[in-house]
């Protein structure tokens, strides 16, 4: 017997598959995809876009609520002018009680419809976001299924599928 260099070699077949394997579809409203920004094998960060959905009319509606939101600033601002004044004369005599008591109402309602139209603006920019398909983590795209002109639906097939951090087993 000696000492000596044994070399060996294993071979195996077998399937590598990432070690976590996202795969990515449209959590927001039904829409057609218009830009598809990375391809499978492609290193993304989280945050970065993978595709758009057509967002024209979602950024119509912002724009109508946001207009909204400032005529709904403006009319409460006017109401709660008119409530102070009916305040200062009510010593005076001048404005009734329920004169008075009206234009605290008024006041009142469109504060609260200050609130509501916020809400809605808030929401419809929630939706405007969703239009954007991010990469969840940072990693390697695996599979592309998303074609530009596609209908994308919430809850359907996963356009893309990315390995988190490009770990395979």
Known sequence: PAVQAVSSRVTFTGAIAARYDMPIANEGDTGRIVAVNVEAGDHVKRGQVLARIDDSVMVQQVNRLAASLE?????????????????GVEASGALSAEDIEKRRATSI?????????????????????????????????????????????PGGTALFRVASGGEVE
């Not at 403006?74 to 004044?85: E, F, G, K, V």
């Not at 954007?132 to 002109?149: D, H, S, Y």
């Open 71 to 87: 005529q709904a600033k403006a009319q409460a601002a006017l109401s709660a002018s008119d409530y102070r004044r009916a305040q």
């Open 109 to 153: 309602t469109d504060a609260a419809n200050v609130k509501v139209v916020a809400a809605q603006l808030a929401e419809a920019e929630a939706r405007l976001s969703r239009t954007r398909i991010v990469a969840p983590i940072e990693g390697v795209v695996l599979t592309r299924n998303a074609e530009v002109g596609q209908i994308a639906a």
